[in-house]
T-cell receptor
């Protein structure tokens, strides 16, 4: 059974304090690893897709990386507006079913 | 306007009532999905549809049914609502072929009393 585990469950940072979120996955035939951002009362918003180990993608203060067992979302010099829940999801061999982690609630204090 | 629109945004209903949640999209995608999100749990797939004539059960389909009225419209029904169906419901779409990126609506918050 495909599994995705995110850690920590919650992370509180001061503005400018860089850190990383972890997503470990057990998926047969990984076709893609997805990161989403979810704000309260809203739907998940797509951030990145990674397809193979060693791949990296960046967007503003966020950088996502992928190994054969886990993915990291690095946040550099975060701002309060980066506060949100970050979801990781893995697409396995079925080619349609995303297995989601429970998310990491990030709070960035000014 | 949003690419994936869900209605209503909020709904309160009573146990035993039939309720329909609606989803429409302007992205032109073939695939549509319904998910449920509960506090402390990941998003769980209820039903998915690859095209108008192809509808499939997800991991938690009991107590739910769906209708794909057109490429752009996918509705979720609760035949007889029960309190443990209180949750956030999301519709999503993805393109075929493509990168399998799923795009989500803003969600419907459903409370069953």
């Amino acid at each position: 059974e495909d599994q995705v585990t995110q850690s920590p469950e919650a992370l509180r940072l001061q503005e400018g304090e860089s850190s990383s979120l972890n997503c470990s996955y057990t998926v047969s035939g990984l076709r893609g690893l997805f990161w989403y951002r979810q704000d309260p009362g809203k739907g998940p918003e797509f951030l990145f897709t990674l397809y193979s180990a060693g791949e990296e993608k960046e967007k503003e203060r966020l950088k996502a990386t992928l190994t054969k067992k886990e993915s990291f979302l690095h946040i550099t010099a975060p701002k309060p507006e980066d506060s949100a829940t970050y979801l990781c999801a893995a697409l396995g061999g079925s080619n349609y079913k995303l297995t989601f982690g429970k998310g990491t609630l990030l709070t960035v204090n000014p | 306007d949003a690419d994936v629109t869900q209605t209503p945004r909020n709904r309160i209903t009573k146990t035993g009532k039939r309720i329909m949640l609606e989803c429409s999209q302007t992205k032109g995608h073939d695939r549509m999905y319904w998910y449920r999100q509960d506090p402390g749990l990941g998003l769980q797939l209820i039903y998915y549809s690859f095209d108008v004539k192809d509808i499939n059960k997800g991991e938690i389909s009991d107590g739910y049914s769906v209708s794909r009225q057109a490429q752009a419209k996918f509705s979720l029904s609760l035949e007889s609502a029960i309190p443990n169906q209180t949750a956030l419901y999301f519709c999503a779409t993805s393109e075929t072929p493509g990168e399998n990126i799923q795009y989500f609506g803003a969600g419907t918050r459903l409370s069953v009393l």
